[in-house]
């Protein structure tokens, strides 16, 4: 049951970090684009990082933590079983 429930999160990071790699890969592209004067939508990133970009990576450090945690307490008690 912990092993589903340990795969079914991090599959959702793992969605969620490339997530957020692509909007830090729209954010540099836009700002590379701002440089040489092309409207690349940077102003559009702008306006999603407070409602969109910033709960992502919130998510994906807790989620993180999260995992770490629940794998450790997974360990301790496996270990305690066999004992």
């Known amino acids: 049951m ?3 429930v340990l ?3 991090n599959w959702l990071l793992v969605a969620n970090l490339f997530f957020v790699l692509a ?3 729209w954010f540099a592209t836009a700002v590379v684009g701002r440089s040489f004067n092309v409207n690349l939508g940077l102003e559009t990133w702008y306006s999603l990082w407070m409602p969109l970009f910033q709960p ?3 998510v ?3 989620g993180a933590i999260a995992i770490g945690v629940l794998r450790w307490v ?3 008690l496996e270990a305690l079983r066999s004992s």
């Open 74 to 76: 997974a360990n301790k």
């Open 23 to 25: 909007s830090f890969g």
């Open 60 to 62: 994906l450090m807790a």
């Open 2 to 4: 912990w092993d589903r």
């Open 7 to 9: 795969n079914g999160l």
């Open 56 to 58: 992502a990576i919130g």
